[in-house]
Each structure stands twice: as C-alpha cells, then as structure tokens.
C-alpha cells in the first residue's frame, strides 16, 4: 500500500492526505481539519 505514495510516512492521517492531494484536479481546492500537531510536531 505504501508504495503508491511519494512520502512513506505510516502515519494514516498523512496518507490521507497525501491521497487528497493526488486526486485533486490542478483547479480544484480541498478543506480537511488535522488534529493538533500533525503537520508541525510542535507539541
């Protein structure tokens, strides 16, 4: 399952990210809430 993703990070909020990413059409947006620190470890 990793292997489809650029980063190889286990975490699953990551790849989901990284999937939301990937499917997005270059004009189109997306909004997701991220709990406290997961995109900057700083806690």
């Known amino acids: ?5 650029e980063y190889h990070i286990k975490l699953y909020e990551t790849l989901f990210i990284q999937h ?3 499917a997005l059409r270059p004009a189109e947006r997306a909004a997701v809430v991220l709990k406290e620190g997961l995109l900057f470890d700083s806690i």
Do not use: C, D, S, Y
């Open 1 to 5: 399952m990793l292997a489809q993703f």
């Open 20 to 22: 939301m990413m990937n």
